[in-house]
Every structure is written in C-alpha cells, then in structure tokens.
C-alpha cells in the first residue's frame, strides 16, 4: 500500500467535501463551490489516497492557473487529520508548484490565515514570502496573509531543494470536463 496523488475527479465530491468540512468546519466551501472548482478547466486539483483504494480521499489540494496566464493561485489544500506531519501537503504543493510551471506561471499566490503557522512554515520552506495582510479578512477577525513565490522556467535543480520545483506526483487522472468559467468560484487559500 503507498499513496498516489492522482488528478480529481468530479466523482471525488463527496469525499472532498468531507474532509472540506471536517477541515475547515464553518469556513467550508459550499459543495456547488467545490463542485465549480473540480469542474472548472483552467484549475487543478489532485487527491491524495492509498493506491489499492483509490476512491478514498484523504487529503485534496488545487490549483488556478489559466493556460496563457503567467499567475496562479494555490486555492485550497488540506490533509486529513490523522495523516498530518507525514509529508503529503508538502507533496501536494510541489505538484501544484510542477503544474503551475508547465502552465507558464512565474508567480504564484495564496493567503493564510495568520494563526496557522504549520501552513505559514509549509509556505515559507517552499520559497513563499509574504506580500501583504488583509486585516480581518477571515471570520473571527483574524488576518489573512497574501504570499507570492517565484516560479523559475529551469526545468533542473537539485533534489530536496527548498526552490519551488521537483512534483512528487505519480499518477495522473484525465483532465476535468470542460466547462465555461466560473466567475463565482471561490478566491484565495483559507
Ligand atoms: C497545512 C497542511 C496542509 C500541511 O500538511 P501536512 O501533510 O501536515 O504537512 P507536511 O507533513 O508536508 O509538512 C510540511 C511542513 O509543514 C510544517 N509543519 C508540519 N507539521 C507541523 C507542525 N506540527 N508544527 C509546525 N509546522 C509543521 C513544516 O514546515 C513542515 O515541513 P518539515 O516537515 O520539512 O518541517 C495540513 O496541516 C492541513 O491540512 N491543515 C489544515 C488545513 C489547512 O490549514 N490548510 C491550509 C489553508 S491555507
């Protein structure tokens, strides 16, 4: 048994929605917005789950990063509670990261909130640095982050580098159906 991180699929919902909600509890994403995301053509999202039960997600992470655009953001991502600390958000931001590059992004975003410092830590070992701070921004008054990284075109570097770069990512699903965009999709990381 080893986990795959594998493209998502529009059939992953609900499993997505669960750990969505067992995350982020009353900042979750409604399931129509999650529903547009996974659907939406100029975004990816990988899952995370073990590759001899390939229908349970446990962790999920996404990406929008329109092709001809040179920015992208990191919409979301989260690893279910009991397999935190193992290495798997830090493999499904460098996948992210990966695919961003292919896109043809050079900058990267996100935002945070300021009391979540193992996301902070993530972020920053992965070569983000912060850019602004939205006061308030998140329900109970917390602040949000706003982060960027650089996005090198070098296609080598050096294994185990703090530099945006090598995807861990082993499989891949087909692309998501296309549809139109969605100008109602949610914005930034929470
Ligand atoms: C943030 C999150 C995705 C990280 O995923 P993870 O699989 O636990 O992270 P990793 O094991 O890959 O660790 C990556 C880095 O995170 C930081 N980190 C992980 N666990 C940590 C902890 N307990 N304390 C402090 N930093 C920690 C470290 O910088 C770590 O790098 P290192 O292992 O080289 O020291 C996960 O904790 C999560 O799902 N949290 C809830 C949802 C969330 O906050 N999402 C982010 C919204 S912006």
């Not at 070569?127 to 949000?144: C, L, M, Q």
Request: net charge negative; hydrophobic share 45%; charged share 30%.
């Amino acid at each position: 048994m080893s986990v795959l991180l594998r493209r998502a699929r529009p059939d992953d919902l609900d499993a997505i929605m669960v750990l969505e909600r067992a995350t982020f509890v009353d900042d979750a994403w409604p399931v129509d917005a999650m529903a547009r995301e996974l659907a939406n053509p100029h975004a990816y999202y990988l899952v995370a789950v073990d590759d001899d039960s390939p229908d349970d997600v446990f962790a999920y992470a996404g990406l929008l990063a329109p092709e001809g655009g040179d920015q992208g953001d990191i919409q979301t991502i989260a690893v279910e509670a009991g397999r935190r600390g193992a290495g798997l958000g830090r493999a499904l931001m460098q996948a992210l990261i990966a695919e961003a590059r292919r896109r043809g992004v050079e900058s990267i975003f996100l935002e945070v909130r300021a009391d979540n410092p193992v996301a902070r830590g993530l972020y920053a070992s992965l070569g983000f640095a912060e850019i602004g701070v939205r006061r308030r921004y998140y329900r109970g008054g917390i602040d949000a982050v706003h982060m960027r990284a650089d996005v090198p075109a070098a296609v080598t570097r050096p294994a185990g580098g703090a530099a945006l770069g090598a995807a861990s990512e082993r499989a891949d699903a087909p692309d998501a159906p296309d549809t139109p965009d969605d100008p109602d999709a949610p914005e930034g990381t929470r």
